[in-house]
């Protein structure tokens, strides 16, 4: 099976702007997390969909958004692009429940400038 | 915010060493997760451990988990050059019907000739 797959790789935007990132999970599976890592921050938590449904959300601000198709694609948004946005947006995809094990993506590197 | 926190931060050995990573959580969980990350890139899953297991193997790698302390730990066995990246812990924070996985701040590993 082909993995989860993320486009794009990488990605400059002007502090302002918005940028929608993509996600193609693992075949079958129905579960899409969205991570942001930061060298201050870590690994957080944005949000989980499943079967085109968010499930859970991070403690991040409305300017971060997602969505999940029946294909279950997954894009998320972040509008209003501020310099802190910078950062490595990790996509995972699990067959169910997105608490077991994760297939993660190679990340989108976003630079906000 | 971050589950788990790991130590140590950062860790040098050389070739054939073992190396041990630890993690420690605050709330209860339904399992623990252990994710290598190489430079910049998707993180990989490793080893999942449920709450009611106290150790478990797979190929060179040893995690143990002790629930009562919030604690669990990852060794590493005859350690290769291959194996210098970043080691996660992750733990599953379910509620209900929403699902997601929390990260530790991480140990970076490197291994030397």
């Known amino acids: 099976k082909a993995g989860v797959t993320q486009t794009p790789r990488y990605l400059i935007k002007t502090r302002g702007q918005q940028v929608t990132l993509s996600c193609s999970p693992i075949?079958?599976?129905?579960?899409v997390s969205w991570y942001q890592q930061t060298p201050g921050q870590g690994l957080q938590f944005l949000f989980e969909y499943f079967s085109e449904t968010q499930r859970n959300k991070g403690n991040f601000p409305g300017r971060f958004s997602g969505r999940q198709f029946s294909n279950s694609r997954s894009e998320m948004n972040v509008s209003t692009l501020e310099l802190g946005d910078s950062a490595l947006y990790l996509c995972?995809?699990?067959?169910?429940?997105?608490?077991?094990?994760?297939?993660f993506g190679p990340g989108t590197r976003l630079t906000v400038t | 915010s971050q589950q788990g926190e790991e130590d140590p931060q950062a860790l040098s050995i050389q070739e054939g060493e073992n190396a041990t990573m630890n993690c420690s959580y605050k709330t209860s969980i339904n399992n623990l997760q252990w994710y290598r990350q190489n430079s910049g890139r998707g993180l990989v899953h490793l080893i999942l451990?449920?709450?009611?297991?106290r150790e478990k193997h797979s190929g060179r790698l040893r995690v143990t988990l002790d629930t009562s302390k919030k604690s669990s730990s990852l060794l590493i066995t005859a350690s290769r050059a291959a194996d210098t990246a970043s080691y996660f812990c992750?733990?599953?924070?379910?509620?209900?019907?929403?699902?997601?996985?929390?990260f530790g701040t991480g140990t970076r590993l490197q291994v030397t000739l």
């Open positions: 451990i449920r709450s009611n297991e």
């Open positions: 995972a995809s699990s067959p169910e429940w997105a608490s077991y094990e994760q297939y």
């Open positions: 992750a733990t599953d924070a379910r509620t209900g019907t929403a699902s997601k996985l929390t």
């Open positions: 075949s079958g599976h129905r579960s």
